[in-house]
């Protein structure tokens, strides 16, 4: 079992520096997920016991926990939506979890 105490995405800086130091070669499309959380102002989640994600199509809510879990590295069965640079910016985030 794991206790998920908070989570953290880049800032806007460290998102900044990507696009300067790490992408700046590639010629991609898109760079998902990066530029999706600083424009919400999202970069810090603290969870409790129950914690319930809402929020309108297209802001990010399965995003999010595809992030966590991989970060988690949960087993999972389903396919997700993942780019490029999923890894690099699944290793920019930081989970802070609790063991029972």
């Given at each position: 079992?794991?206790?998920?105490?908070?989570?953290?995405?880049?800032?806007?800086?460290?998102?900044w520096n990507?696009?300067?130091?790490?992408?700046?070669?590639?010629?991609?499309?898109?760079?998902?997920?990066y530029q999706i959380f600083p424009k919400m102002e999202f970069e810090k989640m603290a969870f409790e016991t129950v914690t319930i994600f809402y929020g309108?199509?297209?802001?990010?809510k399965t995003t999010l926990l595809n992030i966590i879990a991989e970060k988690l590295r949960l087993t999972r069965n389903a396919v997700?939506?993942?780019?490029?640079?999923?890894?690099?910016?699944?290793?920019?985030?930081?989970?802070?979890?609790?063991?029972?």
């Open positions: 079992m794991i206790y998920l105490n908070g989570f953290t995405a880049p800032d806007e800086s460290a998102e990507f696009f300067v130091y790490g992408a700046k070669e590639t010629c991609f499309n898109t760079y998902y997920p309108g199509n297209g802001t990010g997700f939506n993942r780019s490029s640079f999923f890894e690099r910016y699944v290793s920019c985030c930081r989970a802070d979890i609790e063991k029972p």
